[in-house]
């Protein structure tokens, strides 16, 4: 069973917590045991399985990815407008934000037991945004049954 989630952001950087999404997708899918993937869709946005719940730490992750990966894409060589498939409108410069996006998940892969998702007690599905605020960022959600 596949489903794609799809999230308008904010602000340019966020955690948005998406954990009763993905529990929502998993309960649709009458599955009861198995593995659950989620995919980010972007190369500019991430996951996480953190206490996503508790917005000073999801700020304190951005805070410290921003002191990591300095803020100024001028001083990075990626230019949109050069990627070859030449499907840039803009030319942004956003190379800080991909490279802060290696810094996260790309993919989250839980375990299903009983019809829910294991994980730790203060484990929550976080979506990373590093290149907002965008609209219609995509999260492919894929259960396979055991």
Known sequence: MKKV???NTKKHAEIILITKD???V???SKVKNGTLFAYS????LGLTLQESAEVNLCQDI?????KIVDDDGTK??????LHPSRLCKTDDINGPSHV???MTNQ???????DGKLTKGQFQDIGLVELDGPRDNRKILVKILED
């Open 5 to 7: 989630l799809s999230y």
């Open 100 to 102: 802060r996006q290696m």
């Open 107 to 113: 993919t989250i892969i839980l375990d299903i037991e």
């Open 76 to 81: 990075y060589k990626h230019r949109c407008a």
């Open 22 to 24: 993905i529990e929502k």
């Open 62 to 66: 951005i805070d410290q990815l921003t």
């Open 26 to 28: 998993l309960k649709d």
């Open 41 to 44: 869709l972007h190369t500019t």
